[in-house]
């Protein structure tokens, strides 16, 4: 054996299998074979989370033959540690620094091939005209760009991170969409007795056949991402690993590894549409519950200033001017809104508000006492039930959520005193609007109404065909 293989048959002998370098406080597991204590310490470390990596406690997988190994029986490979150090300082070992042709050390890198070679190679024909550096020179470039990728890597996982964790939400908002929207369902049909039960298990397994597809899109999107996630996690171990070895170890397929790098390219999720198809609307509810219809007027002494009346108190318009109006506790200011002359104190009651194509209002009811200078928003905990329009978007004085297609032009709104049910109605096709939760109303309620913003169109309150059902107490 020449000395040129004795050398290589050392260098093996003193190379570390997990890191590739020679052997660092090398240790022997208990099926012989070596490797440096940091770095079995560390691929055991791994083990410990991946499911199977540990087959009883204590003991662990060999990197080499998969023989399990206590943790505790590592016994310090001393011989192995002066063979090593031998290698390090010994010019005769460092074959792995030798160019193979010539015997030269590897002190150059051709930019052009991507390979270290020697002073010999550099003056040979193929390299004559190629860009070379030093080693060294093209060590600390590359490194460089190894710490620039790294982070660039890092931000992407970041990014993944916040995809997958608002994915998840988005998710989560939806299941509640659903949720919500079947027990509109439920509680509209439960207003119809049993009558129309195969309509409503129509209606119920519509939305659950959307549920089942918008879901699927939405946790396929979640896995995509976390699949992304996990391929760029592994591309950072591989740079993190390179910016370790010797210099030489580095600079083998560096390019290669740097353009993986460019070439990731981080795929948005999906955008799935949020807004429910499955449309709550009960055939023949809103001609039904118009047996409860009542009377509802304005009451002139609670309206805002800027609010212009109808004589017959039907009508209410925002106007451009502020009237001169006595300020008394009844009279809402700032808000532009005007309650119903009427008391609601028990049973129930239906009416109908004509808003047209108006970019905004607000109705709904109020307890008797709720603050009427209220200068923020009306929410239900301050005394206020309203279903507010804005144009893009309809918003409750419970939570915002996504709007209809088709804006109504009358509303209709049911409130159910004793059972807690006020609900809001397209009267023009049936279809609910929006139902707040189980509310126990206690007190008085009025009905609210509020134009919101400045037209020449009114809201008015609509003049049902034939007498009231359950009727409203006079106040």
């Keep these: 054996m ?58 662990f997988p060999c990197p080499e033959c998969r023989e399990l190994s206590p943790q505790r029986n590592l016994r310090p490979n001393r011989l192995l540690t002066k ?20 015997q030269e050390l590897l002190k150059l890198f051709c930019e052009d091939d991507q390979i270290p070679i020697c002073v010999v190679c550099k003056e040979a024909r193929e390299h004559r005209t190629h860009r070379v550096v030093p080693v060294e020179e093209a060590v600390q470039e590359y490194k460089l760009k190894l710490q620039a990728d790294m982070g660039h890597l890092r931000e992407e996982m970041m990014k993944t991170g916040r995809l997958q964790a608002r994915e998840r939400q988005t998710l989560a908002e939806w299941q509640e969409k659903v949720k919500e929207q079947r027990r509109r369902i439920l509680v509209e049909f439960e207003k119809m007795g049993l009558l129309l039960l195969e309509e409503e298990q129509r209606l119920l397994q519509t939305l659950k056949i959307e549920d089942e597809e918008v ?28 910016n370790q ?9 560096i390019r290669d590894t740097l353009r993986r790098v460019q070439d990731v390219k981080l795929q948005p999720p999906e955008v799935v549409p949020m807004e429910m198809r ?12 118009r047996k409860f219809r009542g009377d509802v007027t304005l009451d002139p002494d609670t309206a ?14 925002r106007g451009d001017l502020r009237q001169a109006l006595p300020d008394s506790p009844e009279r809402f200011d700032p808000g532009p809104c ?51 329009f804005l144009g893009s978007y309809y918003n409750s004085s419970e939570r915002a959520f996504a709007p209809l297609r088709n804006p109504p032009r009358r509303v209709g709104i049911f409130l159910d005193y004793e059972a807690g049910h006020l609900s809001f109605y397209s009267a023009t096709d049936g279809s609910l609007l929006y139902a707040f939760p189980e509310t126990p109303f206690s007190g008085t309620l009025r009905a609210l109404f509020s134009p ?24």
Excluded at 216 to 229: F, H, N, P, V, W
Excluded at 278 to 289: F, H, K, N, S, Y
Excluded at 455 to 465: A, D, E, H, Q
Aim: glycine share 8%.
């Design 2 to 59: 020449d000395a040129l293989e004795l050398a290589r048959k050392l260098q093996e002998e003193a190379t570390c299998s997990i890191c590739l370098d020679y052997f660092t406080d090398p240790v022997m597991t208990s099926c012989g074979h070596n490797f440096c204590r940091e770095c079995i310490r560390l691929a055991w470390e791994k083990a410990k989370g991946r499911k199977g990596g540990r087959k009883r406690k204590g003991s």
């Design 304 to 317: 805002n200033p800027e609010l212009v009346l109808s004589e017959d108190r039907r009508s209410v318009r």
């Design 452 to 475: 919101l913003s400045s037209s020449p169109t009114p809201m008015t309150i609509c003049r049902l065909k034939g007498g009231p059902g359950d009727a409203l107490a006079s106040q």
């Design 245 to 253: 070895h010797s210099p030489l170890q580095m600079l083998q397929d």
């Design 338 to 388: 005007v309650l119903g002359r009427e008391a609601l104190t028990s049973g129930r009651h239906y009416w109908e508000v004509e808003v047209g194509e108006r970019a905004s209002w607000a109705l709904g009811v109020c307890r008797e006492t709720a603050n009427r200078k209220e200068k923020g928003e009306l929410f239900a905990g301050n005394g206020f039930w309203i279903l507010v």
């Design 83 to 102: 063979v090593a150090e031998m290698a390090r300082q010994h010019p005769g070992f460092q074959s792995r620094d030798l160019c193979a042709e010539h």
């Design 215 to 242: 879901g699927a899109r939405l946790r396929e999107s979640s896995a995509t991402l976390e699949r992304q996630g996990h391929s760029l996690e592994m591309l950072l171990l591989q740079l993190e690993d390179k």
């Design 278 to 289: 499955t449309v709550c609307r009960v055939p023949g509810l809103v001609e039904a519950l």
